[in-house]
């Protein structure tokens, strides 16, 4: 079982009795309004409400709380638990994007919580401290998705993301101008062989061409 589905059974292991002494609509009065789905979840067995709002998810207290960010020591704690070898398990706080956790609009969380598993696959796992879910992995197994679409197809790489807009138009402008070379010179070759082909025949093959009915009679008759 891999630690996506580990992390989902230890956050969301919760009973109904759990949020018996809060009414989910006091818990939305004083969220205010905008809230489109409620959810029923847990973290570290303590029961929390889950508000989205669009885009955005909030985690709530049964008593209506806003929580900002649950304990990064203990999502660690946790994630080294549920591990095949926590004693193989690293993991750092991640600021920016980096080559496999990347955003072209900047809307996925940030920072979160790097755990690198160092296991035969390299599977990595980015987990958002405000909500305490896995927001992003990584493994071998991804590599030909990573780099041969994502990367070269989509240009997905975080030092043209970083310097964006001057530098991601300078290369995008680049290719597409290499580009355009490579058609127009494709056009060019092409049109020189079948202009080989098209042309009238020079007068040095007409030379070694057959004579002509004509001047065969007018040859016979001398």
């Not at 809060?22 to 508000?51: C, M, N, Q, W, Y």
């Not at 020591?73 to 070898?85: F, L, M």
């Not at 991640?94 to 035969?120: F, G, H, K, S, W």
Request: net charge positive.
């Amino acid at each position: 079982m891999s630690l996506t589905v580990h992390w989902a059974c230890r956050l969301f292991r919760l009973s109904t009795d759990q949020f018996a002494a809060v009414h989910p609509r006091d818990v939305l009065t004083k969220i205010g309004s905008g809230v489109k789905e409620l959810k029923f979840s847990s973290f570290d067995d303590k029961p929390v409400f889950v508000a989205n709002r669009g885009a955005e998810t909030k985690m709530i207290s049964p008593d209506g709380t806003p929580i900002e960010e649950f304990d990064r020591q203990r999502n660690i704690e946790i994630v080294k638990k549920e591990a095949v070898n926590p004693a193989a398990v690293e993991t750092r706080i991640v600021e920016q994007y980096d080559l496999y956790y990347l955003d072209r609009t900047r809307q996925r969380p940030l920072p979160v919580i790097l755990a690198l598993m160092n296991d035969a696959e390299k599977t990595r796992y980015y987990i958002d401290p405000k909500t305490a879910r896995v927001v992003g992995s990584y493994s071998n197994r991804n590599w030909v998705g990573r780099w041969l679409y994502n990367g070269l197809h989509s240009l997905n790489f975080p030092w043209l993301y970083n310097y964006r807009p001057l530098f991601w138009v300078i290369v995008v402008i680049t290719f597409m101008v290499g580009g355009t070379v490579l058609c127009v010179t494709s056009l060019v070759l092409a049109w020189r062989v079948l202009g080989r082909r098209l042309r009238p025949v020079s007068s040095y093959e007409a030379d070694r061409l057959p004579a002509t009915e004509g001047q065969a009679n007018s040859v016979v008759g001398r």
